[in-house]
C-alpha cells in the first residue's frame, strides 16, 4: 500500500551535481527510515545513504563529505544531493522506506520495507 516515486536521475560530467527525489504515497501508512540504495553493474546493491525519522544520516564512506541525505517528513519525501560526483558513482539508485501500516485499531507490527523502481545516475568523465 505503499508506492515509491523516484526522479532526478540523469547524465552528467565527472565533478558535477544531481539532486534525486522519493516520495512515498499510498494510505494508512507511517514513514520510519529513508535511505538510497545503488546498484553498479555486476554489484550488489549497496546502501547509499539512510536517515531516521529523527533526522539521524548514515552514509557510505565512499559518499562521506559529498553527499546529503534530508527528508521532509510532511510530504514523506526524501532528497539525496549528491555533489563532486565522480564515475564510480554512475549506477541505478533506488529508494528505501521503512514504514508502517495504520489500522483503526493501531499500528501493525514492522516497519516493511518499500523500494522505489529506481534511477539511472551516470558520471561521464
Known amino acids: 500500500q505503499v508506492q515509491l516515486v523516484e526522479s532526478g536521475g540523469g547524465l552528467v560530467q565527472a565533478g558535477g551535481s544531481l539532486r534525486l527525489s522519493c516520495v512515498a504515497f499510498?494510505?494508512?501508512?507511517?514513514?520510519?527510515?529513508m535511505g538510497w540504495y545503488r546498484q553498479a553493474p555486476g554489484r550488489r546493491r549497496e546502501l547509499v545513504a539512510s536517515i531516521t525519522d529523527g533526522g539521524i544520516s548514515n552514509y557510505a564512506d565512499s559518499v562521506k563529505g559529498r553527499f546529503t541525505i534530508s527528508r521532509d517528513s510532511a510530504k514523506s519525501t526524501a532528497y539525496l544531493q549528491m555533489n563532486s560526483l565522480n564515475t564510480a558513482d554512475t549506477a541505478v539508485y533506488y529508494c528505501?522506506?521503512?514504514?508502517?501500516?495504520?489500522?483503526?485499531?493501531?499500528?501493525?507490527?514492522?516497519?516493511?520495507?518499500?523500494w522505489g523502481q529506481g534511477t539511472q545516475v551516470t558520471v561521464t568523465s
Open positions: 499510498g494510505s494508512s501508512f507511517s514513514v520510519d527510515a
Open positions: 528505501n522506506v521503512k514504514a508502517f501500516t495504520l489500522t483503526p485499531v493501531g499500528r501493525l507490527p514492522g516497519p516493511s520495507d518499500y
